[in-house]
């Protein structure tokens, strides 16, 4: 078997709250799993569970306490995400990861098509435009909000550029912090079917949710996270229809 795209081994994390005489705020507990090449992970569990720290402490947005976070590249070589300076983790992250948070922070005064034309890799001009446009249309963003600044969006309108702007670039892999939360039944089908399309495609992915249509369509695994800690795991059979 090949070994996991992504390993996370025994990862620790607590906050240090300095402002509040250093209180202490455990919020990542021991966590390891791994995650399979082209394999799509749920991560769910309630509010201050640990998620979204997790996930900022697997693309290194967060430096864990302890513990290892290796990846397979496309090389095949493994890299240790947590012992990396700082230079090469952000090549090599910024080249294969797509990390989305849930807050939209760019460029003011820059148009939403121009943001993502800065993303383009690779294209030429009009190609570039093509592709933008394309993912534009995929994430069900009207052409009207193309030359708009992003700030005057609407919540669901920032969370779907932030998306666009990831997949502007060729990610190995995606970490997703709740993509569809604040999105109608309509719109958040869309996204799902984006993401299915990128994952067949080949893309590797983990994604916080708390939508269970989309876990149920999306993931082959999900881990329950509580209290720092997985409390729970299961397999699931994505929907292919
Ligand atoms: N930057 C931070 N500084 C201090 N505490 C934090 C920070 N980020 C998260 N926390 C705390 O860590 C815990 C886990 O938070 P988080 O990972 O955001 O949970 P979830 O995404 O599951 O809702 C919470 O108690 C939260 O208050
Ligand atoms: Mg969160």
Do not use: W
């Not at 799902?192 to 149920?216: N, P, Q």
Request: aromatic residues 4%.
């Amino acid at each position: 078997m090949t070994d996991p795209i992504l390993s996370a081994q025994g990862l620790n994390k607590t906050f240090v709250m300095h402002l509040l005489g250093g209180r202490k705020i455990p919020a990542l507990r021991d966590v390891s799993f791994d995650l399979a090449e082209g394999e799509f992970i749920a991560l769910v569990g309630r509010t201050g569970a640990g998620k979204s720290t997790l996930l900022k402490c697997l693309v290194q947005i967060y430096r864990p306490d302890s513990g290892r976070v290796q990846y397979r590249d496309r090389n095949g070589a493994q890299q240790s995400l947590t012992e990396m300076g700082d230079h090469a983790l952000l090549d090599l992250t910024e080249r294969d990861f797509g990390y989305v948070s849930q807050a939209l922070s760019v460029a003011p005064r820059v148009g939403a098509l121009d943001l993502m034309l800065e993303r383009a890799v690779g294209l030429e001009p009009e190609a570039a435009r093509a592709r933008a446009r394309g993912i534009f249309a995929d994430l069900a963003l009207s052409p009207a909000l193309e030359d708009v600044y992003p700030v005057t969006f609407s919540g669901g309108e920032k969370q779907r550029l932030n998306l666009a702007l990831t997949l502007m670039g060729e990610p190995r892999m995606l970490f997703l912090d709740e993509p569809t939360a604040a999105l109608d039944p309509e719109t958040r089908t869309r996204i799902v079917d984006v993401l299915l399309a990128r994952k067949r495609a080949g893309i590797s992915g983990i994604g916080i949710f708390h939508d269970m249509e989309a876990v149920a369509h999306l993931a082959d695994r999900v881990l329950e996270i509580d209290k720092g800690g997985i409390v729970a795991e299961h397999a699931n059979h994505p929907c292919t229809v």
